[in-house]
Antibody, heavy 117, light 112 residues
Framework: QVQLVQSGAEVKKPGASVKVSCKAS????????VHWVRQAPGQGLEWMGM????????RYAPRFQGRVTMTRDTPTTTVYMELSSLRSDDTAVYFC??????????WGQGTPVTVSS | DVVMTQSPLSLPVTLGQPASISCRSS???????????LIWLQQRPGQSPRRLIY???NRDSGVPDRFSGSGSGTDFTLTISRVEAEDVGVYYC?????????FGQGTKLEIK
């Protein structure tokens, strides 16, 4: 079945970086964009950006530009999202989701990232 | 950025009764290809979001037909014809017409 499986929870100190992985399976990896969305505790959803695995084109939300890097590894059908210069307000659950008419299904299970000194 | 405004933010509903959520965008969501990339998502407690509706009114595979989407331009509505217990959760509208993509604040549906 089509699924996205993300890496496990992370705890980081302020100023550090975190790299979250999202492994796709059950479909042709290069045929769909992959989006990243985050959700702070008790809050709503925030779109961070997207990557086109076929063309390796990337688009970031302006508020994350300069701090976020999205990459892909085609042989392992895995997409990565790295966020640097972490602050306490980056504490959130980070989701990957397949594209298609915007954001589609499935979504990954989410990766909690806690930023704390 | 396009601002997406949902109402109400809290929606208590009796089982079997209908429910509607409104979503308004600060700009038209009609894209240059003629499509309107307005999406509705459901997030059940403790789960990842899932898309229910795309391009205003198209239901995703496996979504019950009691869910329907309507609207155009800047005004959109998600309607549940008869609410069931499994519909409890938070519903988000999202626009994928303009960069960056943006979400509404979310509407929390609960059973009275």
């Amino acid at each position: 079945q089509v699924q996205l499986v993300q890496s496990g929870a992370e705890v980081k100190k302020p100023g550090a970086s975190v790299k979250v992985s999202c492994k796709a399976s059950g479909y042709t990896f290069t045929s769909y964009l992959v989006h990243w969305v985050r959700q702070a505790p008790g809050q709503g959803l925030e779109w961070m950006g997207m990557i086109n695995p076929r063309e390796n084109t990337i688009r970031y939300a302006p508020r994350f530009q300069g701090r976020v890097t999205m990459t892909r590894d085609t042989p392992t059908t895995t997409v990565y999202m790295e966020l640097s210069s972490l602050r306490s307000d980056d504490t959130a659950v980070y989701f990957c989701a397949r594209g298609g008419s915007g954001i589609s299904n499935p979504w990954g299970q989410g990766t909690p990232v806690t930023v704390s000194s | 950025d396009v601002v997406m405004t949902q109402s109400p933010l809290s929606l208590p509903v009796t089982l079997g009764q209908p429910a509607s959520i409104s979503c308004r965008s600060s700009q038209s969501l009609v894209y240059s290809d003629g499509n309107t990339y307005l999406i509705w998502l459901q997030q059940r407690p403790g789960q990842s979001p899932r898309r229910l509706i795309y391009k205003v009114s198209n239901r995703d595979s496996g979504v019950p037909d009691r869910f329907s989407g309507s609207g155009s331009g800047t005004d959109f509505t998600l309607t549940i014809s008869r609410v069931e217990a499994e519909d409890v959760g938070v519903y988000y509208c999202m626009q994928a017409t303009h960069w960056p993509y943006t979400f509404g604040q979310g509407t929390k549906l609960e059973i009275k």
